[in-house]
């Protein structure tokens, strides 16, 4: 059988690094789509001369929409039709939501919302023509959180992301499409850095952060098998259970409490 192809979003670092890393080294053709095009390219010739796989990068801002449709037109000019995607591109806004402008909340949703929907609908036809599709948004164990001040909108948008797969993976199961939404909670990478959150975060306790290559390999594992959710790591599990199976009034002031340290300081 010809090789599966993958593209992958926000793939120049951390998760999105070590999805094209993971399915690189199970014979996969990539299209890697980041900002940081340098960093895409020094990725792709390490893919390449490793595992003997085509991989195109391809640089955008995903909070543009011009830039999604600019990729879009090069993947049906060049032929590519992904038989997988990855929606891993993603931040988060620390400050609280009086603190933030309208255009920066704006530009949020449009890389954690609307461009992720975009391209599944349109990657989405290739593969119910062919009866073969693999989907995985990467969500997060907030999805399952009342929410809290800063980050205002991240619970939001992730828990948007949570519903949308199994919406979708409803509709498409029985079409050989399996679609997976990916809850991490702490992870090794860089996101912490573009929102500034990098000390605050070295002082959480070594076991309840994960590495990148843990949190995909159980993302692809769970894809493969069908499964519409997955929560990685033992105390992440035991925090989104504590989310869904206590009473509201018990779980929000926890979770509120708790949050105080990640949000940055007006």
Request: proline share 4%; charged share 20%; hydrophobic share 45%.
């Amino acid at each position: 059988m010809p090789a599966k192809t993958y593209l992958i979003t926000g793939a120049s670092s951390g998760i999105g690094a070590q999805f094209a890393r993971s399915y690189a080294a199970r014979g996969c053709n990539l299209v890697l789509v980041a900002r940081r095009l340098d960093r895409l390219e020094a990725l792709a010739a390490e893919l390449r001369e490793r595992h003997g796989i085509e991989v195109l990068p391809f640089a955008a801002d995903l909070g543009k929409r011009e830039s999604v449709q600019e990729l879009l037109i090069y993947l049906k000019l060049s032929g590519i039709s992904p038989d997988g995607l990855v929606n891993n591109a993603g931040y988060s806004l620390a400050h609280t939501f009086a603190a933030t402008t309208a255009q920066q909340q704006l530009d949020f949703i449009e890389v954690c919302v609307t461009t992720p929907t975009l391209l599944v609908r349109e990657l989405l036809d290739h593969m119910l023509s062919q009866g073969y599709g693999r989907i995985i948004n990467v969500s997060s164990m907030v999805a399952f959180s009342p929410g809290a001040s800063g980050h205002t909108l991240y619970p939001a948008a992730k828990a948007y992301m949570l519903k949308f797969s199994r919406s979708l993976a409803a509709e498409v199961a029985d079409k050989g499409i399996n679609v997976t939404a990916l809850c991490p909670g702490s992870t090794e990478s860089e996101f912490q850095h573009s929102n500034g959150m990098d000390a605050v975060l070295k002082t959480n306790p070594a076991r309840f952060v994960q590495t990148a290559e843990a949190v995909v390999e159980a993302a692809i594992r769970a894809n493969e098998a069908g499964r519409e959710v997955i929560v990685t790591g033992l105390f992440n599990k035991i925090a989104v259970a504590a989310m869904t199976l206590l009473p509201d009034g018990l779980i929000t002031p926890l979770i509120r409490w708790g949050a105080k340290k990640y949000q940055l300081k007006e």
